[in-house]
């Protein structure tokens, strides 16, 4: 089993910066053989993909609203992804949650482990 937990949410204003990590804890020392990703649900709203980085960290996915302003990425020594935003936009307002996909592809994941989430309020 995996277990992953969120931190770094907060509330910043429109234009901000504000950077999302994620710490995994694995029994059988396999981060390496997951794909990792950022999800996120607004208020209202169904829960949607917005980040994906393959188990090598060679390669990233992003959902177009956040091409340019968002970056993903991985450190297979501490069992760590993180998730640096910039430029802020009041949209981007949801719960992010990590996820960790079992020899997942990029575009194609089926999380098999969650964390519990994080919040993020962008403010106008």
């Known amino acids: 089993q995996v277990q992953l937990v969120e931190s770094g949410g907060g509330l910043v204003q429109a234009g901000d910066s504000l950077r999302l990590s994620c710490a995994a804890s694995t029994r059988t020392r396999t981060f390496t053989i997951y794909t990792m990703a950022w999800f996120r649900q607004a208020p209202g709203k169904e829960r949607e993909f917005v980040a994906a980085i393959t188990p090598s960290g060679s390669s990233t996915n992003y959902t177009d609203s956040v091409k340019g302003r968002f970056t993903i990425s991985r450190d297979n020594i501490r069992n760590t992804v993180s998730l640096q935003m910039n430029r802020m936009k009041p949209e981007d307002t949801a719960i992010y949650y990590c996820?960790?996909?079992?020899?997942?592809?990029?575009?194609?994941?089926?999380?098999?482990?969650w964390g519990q989430g994080t919040q993020v309020t962008v403010s106008s």
């Open positions: 996820a960790a996909d079992r020899f997942g592809a990029l575009n194609n994941l089926h999380p098999d482990y």
